[in-house]
């Protein structure tokens, strides 16, 4: 432990700090060795319609398939990707595979649902995702209304010239976009519908306490009614039960996404989905 002097409190700031960045500088080496490598996978999770049950929408989510620990969460490798700056190579790589895989699945003859995939603050700020998107579409020969986007409000938010000229970009392409964990940031619905947003996908925080009471139910509903009286979609995220799915039903949410319905499951488990169509559970 450090000395209560000045001296070994610096030293031990100092040591500290060094072995922060070794760490940082390993996580990095390890995560660009990955995207070499070819270990990152693409998960799928289904979206449903709020009527029909019938399937809407795939989000692509990464996971890296490490070779001794296993299948790893995004929550372990998405922030240093961030920190790094090694989020745009990777993001590059989530939308060739999800674009390869739109092509393998069109192979099997199965008419295809829309891609929905993650793009953080950093990545719409780099000013090259629409351009990675229209170049990865024509390489594979797929329209551009199969590819979704989903960006968090934070970088909604941001108003940056670079971001704003990036959504219209895909927004005029005809890729749809999407607010992500709507509510847990600060944009305003006008925002967004300045924004040319499709719809918002409501953070699972809310579908989690819709059956808290009558106040958090109402809170849900309201969101619905403002999305709609601007003409946006609502996603709602985290559905985990039977109860909620109806809550949600009753109060016309559009789509509905989460483990009640599938959690996100490889590629190859994808084409029984697309075949079946019609996912509600029973
Ligand atoms: P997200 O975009 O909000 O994705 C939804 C997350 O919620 C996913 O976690 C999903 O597995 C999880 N989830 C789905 N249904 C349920 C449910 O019913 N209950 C609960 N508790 N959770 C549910 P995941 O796959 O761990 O991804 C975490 C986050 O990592 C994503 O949040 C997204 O922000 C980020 N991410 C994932 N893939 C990418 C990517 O390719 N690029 C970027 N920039 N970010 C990504
Ligand atoms: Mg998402
Ligand atoms: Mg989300
Ligand atoms: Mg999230």
Redesign the pocket.
Known sequence: AAKTSGKGNYRFFHENLSEQLVSKLTRQAQLKQALEQDELVV?Y?PRVCGRTGELTSL????RWRHPSCGVM???DF?PVAEETGL?IP??EQ?INKVCDQLVQWRAEGVPLVPVS????AR?INSGSVSAVIAAALERCGIAPDLIEV?I?ESATVGESVVASAELATLQTMGSRLYV??FGTGYSSLSQLRRLDMHGI?VD?SFTAQLTDGPQDLALFRAIVSMAHAIDMQVVA????SAEQLALLQGLGCDEM????IS??VPASDVLLMLQKRHLYPG
């Open positions: 998960y999770q989000e692509a989510l990464a969460q995004p929550d998405i989020i990777l993001g989530v995939v993650n793009v953080s990545q989903e968090t992500d964990d996908k699972r995220e985290g559905v985990e996404q989460g483990y009640y959690p996100p």
